[in-house]
């Protein structure tokens, strides 16, 4: 529910972000600049919504994760979910650093294209250091794993 609520949360801010963007611009509708820079502040903003609805998915991710932990805490289905949901989140983090320099990149390349300049670097720290914490844990939940299978075998 969590998730959700941050994704609808995203869309609205995408929303307004949007609109402030274009009424920035003024009420020139007919120049091509202005319809070059409406274009290209409706692709910048949604590259730059694409890493924390990315995060939002690192949420749902994790909480598959406490569900598997909650049914067996040191079962393999446990280990195959940590597993399935550190591959994600490497994935995720990679994707997240791509899609920001990209955007960045676009951001610098248009510049002289758009009738207003407005730039804005961004690297999204909430959604790598989310991703990268989930990664860690998942790392923990196999050597917890191993380390109760070597105590079974002892006691």
Known sequence: ????????????????????SWKSLG???AEAGVVNSRLMLTVL??????????AAFAL??????AKAMETDPFGESLILCAEETARRCRSAAR???AISIVGNLLQML???LTASYEIRVRLPL???????????????FRRAKDIHDDNATII
Request: hydrophobic share 55%; aromatic share 16%.
């Open 60 to 65: 749902l991710w994790g909480c598959d994760l």
């Open 126 to 140: 909430l959604t790598i250091v989310l991703c990268a914490a989930l990664y860690l844990l998942c790392g923990y």
């Open 95 to 97: 994707w997240t650093v």
């Open 110 to 112: 248009t510049f002289g």
């Open 27 to 29: 009420e020139r509708t």
């Open 1 to 20: 529910l969590g998730a959700v609520v941050y994704a609808l949360f995203l869309g609205w801010d995408f929303i307004q972000t949007l609109g402030a």
């Open 45 to 54: 903003n949604i590259l730059h919504l694409i890493p924390e609805f990315i």
